[in-house]
DNA sequence: GTTAGCACTCGCGGATCGAGACTGCCAATA
DNA sequence: TATTGGCAGTCTCGATCCGCGAGTGCTAAC
């Protein structure tokens, strides 16, 4: 099980493993090997080869007589090293672009299409965080008067973004009132985080002018709403997941759906996608999470300017196109980028 | 096939044999029922009226030496003749309370919790649409600058729902106009729908003036923005269909995953529930859609106040348990209507 | 109209079996 | 020493078969 760095045939021999297991779903023998992609070898010389890279820990096999299947370290060492790069094909880049055509010029509605889009070239489920907005520029500011101490702030950010809450006074404040404040806060406001705001107007000291307590109110409450993480995690193509066999068995596919269902612990996954990284691949049991010991995550980030940005990818079984899946991500997630883009001015 | 209407012992045969098989899922025979239910009768007799049931088409029979089981026909009859109203048990009501309990205070986070406790104590999926709000009163009108021409309407609805559009202009027009103009609009639109609105802008004729033509496009796209019908469906529970053994057949859970998933087609159905009527039932094959062919739907309406209505409810296999979830629909229906109420103000 | 009895049908689960696919090992080979 | 052909052994998978049990329809008696 020791890291043995593996010769340049043993290489070969896993990278066909992976490569064939991947698209045919059946164990994969030394006849096969010999035949398809070793025509110089004989099926003995693999099957010793074959027997090393069990003994490493790179294959394995399901029962005594049956070919070799990747370990969940055969697939990193496949994706660390041995990966071909892909380039999406022409069709595929046309599905993503007619798909985006037909999408609304909402921030969500683009996440939504992108998510679907993704699902549907991938044939896997899809996942997209909503933007995290933490350290977004302020736009625009509202305040609506509900009922009489409540108070409804309606933020609109860079990207056109809207956050809302509902904060209670102490105090009721006609709308007369909130609207003076809101067109203050607009002048102030203009370009600025939450927390350059908070630290500007605690530079001003303690006053205790009324109105300021109700500003502060306010301006504590956008600051503390933007920090909570976001939860939200958008999925589509559950449908998918029907069409691998590894999912026939109905306890796997219940796990992943709670899990996606729930969305508090995928996101948590997905929030920790570094910002630098190409794409990033988590492989089955790498994941902290039991429901998705036999999964694979391939994620990746989208951005709507340098501060804004979110992570986009796909969750699927272990056994799937590495390759062409990482061209997809990427893609997917450069198109969306493209089009957020635009909107954050 | 015709209607013959049924004899009292015919019904309570009848009733016996849908009892007893959506609890039990098995086809249910004479025995059984000489048994559990009819212990004054022979299983000979009741072998008679269950032939003569097959021959008017309220059962069927899987093959011939298995029991009986209702069609889609049976289980019409059944709900609106023979089920025994039922109230949802101190349990079920505690469970329902408590998710409220936790719940934010926004339309949104309120829906969504009714569909996570409403899939999880019918164990089937929960449907919820957004609620209707063409007729809904505006409270509140907010306009953003963004780009040079374009220009966000933010409109909160009673019930503090909040709707967004995005607009171009002929021309740019600063922040300060459009604040002023929807000072303007918010001293003439309060309470009052979009049409009342249109339709009051029209009686004062026709006006050259530029602010004017911008206030049209403003009203004329709020109103247009609200027309147009809530296609967003929540959903929730797909994972408890994996329980029902009616859905190890893979075919139909995808067919049925399609169709939340697009969520069109599921919305049509939704909106044509009437708002005056109790529940709603759709059984196997008087659906018009085929993928839901064996599904049923159990669907009703909540209420924010007397304009501003949804629907909720769920769909599972026909073998359900019509009495309870109709029970329990009903429950989280009144229970979403009591919260959403108050915040109607 | 109801019932007991009976022959008959049919699905389901378990047992059996042979084919096929691979392997590991060994001895021969270059 | 690395490679290879040969071979015996292992294990899964699918087909087939069979018997049990459940349930029916029919008939004749009550």
């Known amino acids: 099980m020791e890291a043995t760095p593996l010769d340049e045939r043993k290489q070969q021999i896993l990278k066909a493993v992976v490569s064939d297991y991947t698209v045919t779903g059946v164990p994969v023998g030394s006849q096969v090997l010999a035949a398809k992609y070793f025509i110089a070898l004989s099926s003995a010389t693999i099957r010793n080869e074959l027997a090393d890279l069990v003994g490493t820990g790179y294959l394995q096999q399901p029962h005594t007589s049956a070919g070799r299947v990747p370990t969940d370290r055969g697939y990193r060492y496949f994706v660390d090293f041995l990966m071909d790069p892909e380039a999406a094909s022409p069709t595929v880049r046309r599905t993503v672009k007619q798909a985006f055509e037909t ?19 991938t044939e896997n489920v899809s996942l997209v965080t909503a933007p995290e907005t933490s350290e977004a520029r302020i736009k625009h500011i509202d305040l609506v008067s509900l009922e009489s101490q409540s108070v409804l702030i309606i933020l609109v950010l860079e990207g056109n973004l809207i956050k809302q809450t ?36 605690q530079q001003l000291g303690p006053d205790r002018d009324e109105q300021r307590q109700i500003l502060e109110r306010v301006i504590d409450s956008i600051s503390t709403h933007q920090a909570q993480r976001q939860s939200v995690v958008l999925h589509d193509g559950v449908r998918n997941l029907l069409r691998h066999p590894e999912f026939v068995e109905v306890n796997r596919l219940e796990e992943l759906l709670e899990l996606l269902e729930q969305g508090a612990q995928l996101a948590g996954i997905l929030q920790q996608v570094a910002f630098d990284k190409d ?10 999470s039991s429901g998705l010991r036999e999964c694979s995550l391939v994620l990746t980030t989208y951005k709507m300017d340098e501060r804004v940005r979110g992570t986009i990818g796909v969750i699927g079984p272990t056994r799937m196109h590495y390759g062409q899946v990482v061209a997809r991500v990427r893609l997917v997630s450069q198109a969306t980028s493209e089009l957020l883009g635009p909107l954050g001015n």
Chains 1, 2 share one sequence.
């Not at 009721?172 to 908070?198: H, I, P, Y």
């Not at 794409?279 to 902290?288: D, K, L, M, Q």
């Open 103 to 121: 999408a609304p010029h909402s921030v969500e509605g683009i996440l939504e299409k992108a998510a679907m889009v993704l699902a549907q070239i």
């Open 279 to 288: 794409v990033e691949i988590i492989i089955g049991r790498e994941n902290t």
């Open 166 to 201: 509902v904060i209670r006074l102490e105090r009721a404040t006609s709308q007369d009132d909130l609207s003076r404040m809101a067109a203050m806060l607009n002048r102030k406001v203009k370009g600025q985080t939450a927390e350059e705001l908070l630290s500007r107007l």
